[in-house]
C-alpha cells in the first residue's frame, strides 16, 4: 500500500511559478514510477509528467514541455513539479499518482491509462490568473 500526498498549490499570475511536491509513503514507494494528472472544471483528467523509479526517465505532456520539470529524491520519497511559464489554461487539480505497470521504455503509456494507476493522491489546486 503506497499513500501520496501532495503539496504546493495555490494561486499565481500568468508568468509565474510553482512547486508541487508529492510525499509517498509505504514500504516500497521508492520503487514506483509516479508523475501528475490534472483536471481542469468541466473536463477530463489529462497526463502532466511522469518520472521512473530510479528517476532517470522522464516524459511530459505536449502542453507542458519545455515549462515543467519532475524530479525525485528517493531519500525522501518525494516528487517535485517545477512550474515554470504558468497560463491560465494549467488551472486545475493536479493529482500525484505512482504505479508500477509499465518500464521505463514503456512510460508514456502513463498519457493513455489516465484511470489506471495503482495510487492517487487527494489533489492540489492551481489557479492561474490572467
Known amino acids: 500500500q503506497v499513500q501520496l500526498v501532495e503539496s504546493g498549490g495555490g494561486t499565481v499570475q500568468a508568468g509565474g511559478s510553482l512547486r508541487l511536491s508529492c510525499a509517498a509513503s509505504g514500504r516500497t514507494a521508492s520503487r514506483y514510477a509516479m508523475g501528475w494528472f490534472r483536471q481542469a472544471p468541466g473536463k477530463e483528467r489529462e497526463f502532466v509528467a511522469v518520472?521512473?523509479?530510479?528517476?532517470?526517465?522522464?516524459y511530459y505532456a505536449d502542453s507542458v514541455k519545455g515549462r515543467f520539470t519532475l524530479s525525485r529524491d528517493n531519500a525522501k520519497n518525494t516528487v517535485y513539479l517545477q512550474m515554470n511559464s504558468l497560463k491560465p489554461e494549467d488551472t486545475a487539480v493536479y493529482y500525484c499518482?505512482?504505479?508500477?505497470?509499465?518500464?521505463?521504455?514503456?512510460?508514456?503509456?502513463?498519457?493513455?491509462?489516465?484511470?489506471?494507476?495503482?495510487?492517487w493522491g487527494k489533489g492540489t489546486l492551481v489557479t492561474v490568473s490572467s
Open positions: 499518482a505512482a504505479d508500477q505497470k509499465y518500464s521505463d521504455v514503456l512510460l508514456p503509456s502513463w498519457a493513455r491509462d489516465v484511470y489506471g494507476m495503482d495510487y
Open positions: 518520472i521512473s523509479w530510479r528517476g532517470g526517465t522522464t
